[in-house]
């Protein structure tokens, strides 16, 4: 119930206000986003490359509604990924860029779907000129259809782009087997988004169960698995499926969230494992936030205890 709590306030701009000019805000907040400018990423991402964990950098923002929005948004992607590139972090991929299709024009109405191919394609080239990837998050399952169709026409010219499947969606079994094919990359996560029981499993271990059986399918496909999940238990199944389907370090990778279980990050990075740090940065940190607060009742005990002591 906390979480559904959570996640409905993550929509609300009354919520909103209160949280993001709440004094304590930014030090908590600070755990889960390492900063609001690009020199913030550039430098967080600097620091993981440097203890062998490669890196995903989100531009935070969603839900942008108006054109002048979203093509800052895309601008503020090229722009990083420029100074990855001069940084050198960009090179074989280290530091790839993950991109919200709602933040780059997905939510205008009429022909939102388009722009935002349009803005995906300019970060997907500004992606390749840096030498690097682009991974397209996936938000709420009102826009999961959307988001196949532009990651489809984008791996058309770049077909090292990747998507997100969420395990908690009863159909993402079938979209794993689509997205099992040559090339594809698929980060896999459980989902952060309240959905309704006509389309998602509902139950902790349905999830987790789901997660699994997407899982099996990913390591016995010819595509690239990101198993993005900071649950032990499905950590170690993936890593059981991995050697079942044949598969060696390095032909699938772990993920995880900047400032979560950095312990069992480094610990998988020391055994030779693929580990990705999802980085986000910016201003736009409340949907995110809320979300992180939302997966966890002890995070939002610790932020209304930081509230209450100020
Ligand atoms: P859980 O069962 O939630 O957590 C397992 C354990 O991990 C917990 O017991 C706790 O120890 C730790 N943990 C988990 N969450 C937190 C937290 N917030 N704070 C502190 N500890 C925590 N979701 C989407 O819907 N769309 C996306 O595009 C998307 N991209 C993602 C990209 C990456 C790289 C990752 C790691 C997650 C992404 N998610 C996305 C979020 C995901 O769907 C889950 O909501 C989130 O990862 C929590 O699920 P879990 O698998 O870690 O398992």
């Not at 459980?190 to 987790?208: I, L």
């Amino acid at each position: 119930m906390l979480r559904q709590a959570l996640l409905q306030m993550s929509k609300s701009d009354r919520v909103r206000h209160l949280v993001e000019t709440a004094p304590v805000s930014r030090g908590v907040v600070h755990r889960f986003v390492p900063g609001a400018d690009v020199d913030d990423a550039v430098r967080a991402s600097s620091e993981l490359v440097a203890s062998h964990r490669l890196v995903t950098i989100d531009h935070l923002g969603e839900d942008v509604f108006d054109l002048a929005h979203a093509r800052t948004t895309r601008d503020a992607y090229v722009t990083l990924l420029q100074h990855l590139s001069d940084a050198g972090l960009s090179a074989d991929g280290r530091a790839e860029v993950s991109v919200k299709l709602s933040a780059v024009g997905q939510a205008l109405e009429g022909d939102g779907e388009k722009i935002a191919l349009e803005h995906a394609w300019d970060i997907c080239q500004a992606a390749q000129q840096a030498g690097t990837t682009v991974t397209l998050d996936m938000e709420d399952h009102t826009t999961t259809d959307s988001t196949l169709s532009v990651l489809r026409d984008l791996r058309g010219d770049f077909p090292w782009v990747g998507a997100v499947l969420q395990a908690y969606l009863r159909r993402t079994e079938a979209d794993c087997k689509d997205l099992s094919g040559n090339g594809s990359r698929v980060r896999l996560c459980k989902g952060a988004y309240d959905e309704p029981e006509s389309v998602a499993f509902q139950s902790r271990d349905e999830v987790d169960r789901s997660y699994v059986r997407c899982t099996k399918v990913l390591m016995q496909g010819e595509g690239y698995p990101m198993l993005a999940t900071h649950d032990p238990r499905l950590v170690d199944i993936g890593g059981a499926l991995a050697v079942q389907a044949g598969r060696s370090q390095g032909s699938y990778e772990y993920q995880m969230l900047y400032g979560i279980r950095p312990d069992e990050q480094q610990r998988l990075a020391d055994q030779g494992e693929k580990m990705r740090v999802y980085v986000p940065y910016g201003d736009d940190w409340y949907g995110y936030f809320m979300r992180r607060l939302a997966e966890r009742p002890a995070n939002t005990v610790f932020f209304l205890r930081a509230l209450a002591t100020k």
